[in-house]
């Protein structure tokens, strides 16, 4: 059986990366790349993410091929109830502002407009009790362009928690650019500084703010959920 140095080697040949490339898509560090792909690390908790980059599983990276018995990972839950906004609220549920008219761009962003309340969107309170946010301060907005692609396509609808401003590296912010609406995943830097990363990196290299030009970024809020429709 191949060891996993192998399987790497393989798997990074066939795609026809870097490892360069693998660290960044797969947002882990060169040094730990070399070291799997060398043989001097036997296990990573990365390999999901390895796997998604080189499109292939952790347990092909880790065996070879994929012999487990398929496992059932969905349940069925029935339709989906229709709505609209005459429908009651139900006890446990509690509408959110939906800013169909401001958008977060995805990309190098777009002049922020003014604000509409228009449609709501509705959460079971319990759901956002689990992720600990305040309805008060939670918003709806739509995001635009492609760098945050494949997770969030054109036209994704994200919440945005307002109160949660701190930086936590690798996390999804919505940030105010110099009077642009933007969501990225941010990265704190030595001095105050930040760093701006995208999913679809090989489009949208990292951006780096440091210095006086860092006065132009106000952090609005954490993204603590978001919707695709594919």
């Not at 191949?2 to 947002?27: F, H, P, V």
């Not at 043989?39 to 998604?52: D, F, H, M, Q, T």
């Not at 080189?54 to 070879?64: H, I, K, S, Y």
């Not at 996390?171 to 030595?190: E, F, Q």
Request: aromatic share 6%; charged share 25%; glycine share 10%.
């Amino acid at each position: 059986m191949k060891t996993l140095a192998q399987n790497l080697q393989e798997k990074l040949k066939s795609a026809g990366i870097t490892q360069k490339e693998l660290a960044e898509r797969a947002n882990i560090s060169q040094v730990m790349v070399h070291k799997l792909i060398s043989g001097k690390a036997k296990e990573s908790s990365k390999l999901v993410a390895i796997g998604a980059v080189l499109g292939c599983t952790a347990e092909e990276l880790m065996f070879g091929s994929s012999k487990s018995k398929p496992t059932s990972n969905a349940e069925w839950a029935g339709p989906m109830e229709t709505w609209d906004s005459g429908t009651p609220l139900g006890d446990d549920e509690i509408e959110i502002p939906f800013y169909m008219e401001v958008e977060l761009a995805a990309g190098h962003g777009i002049a922020e407009a003014s604000e509409y309340r228009g449609p709501k969107l509705r959460f079971a309170k319990s759901t956002l009790r689990k992720s600990s946010v305040d309805p008060t301060n939670a918003a709806c907005v739509r995001v635009s362009g492609n760098s945050m692609e494949p997770v969030l396509p054109n036209g994704s609808t994200v919440g945005v928690d307002t109160s949660q401003t701190d930086v936590i590296d690798g996390k999804m912010y919505a940030i105010n650019h110099d009077g642009m609406l933007r969501v990225k995943t941010l990265y704190k830097l030595p001095g105050g500084g930040l760093r701006l990363r995208s999913y679809n990196i090989d489009e949208w290299p990292d951006e780096r703010y440091e210095g006086e030009v860092i006065k132009q970024i106000k952090v609005i809020g954490k993204v603590f959920w978001y919707s695709v429709l594919i």
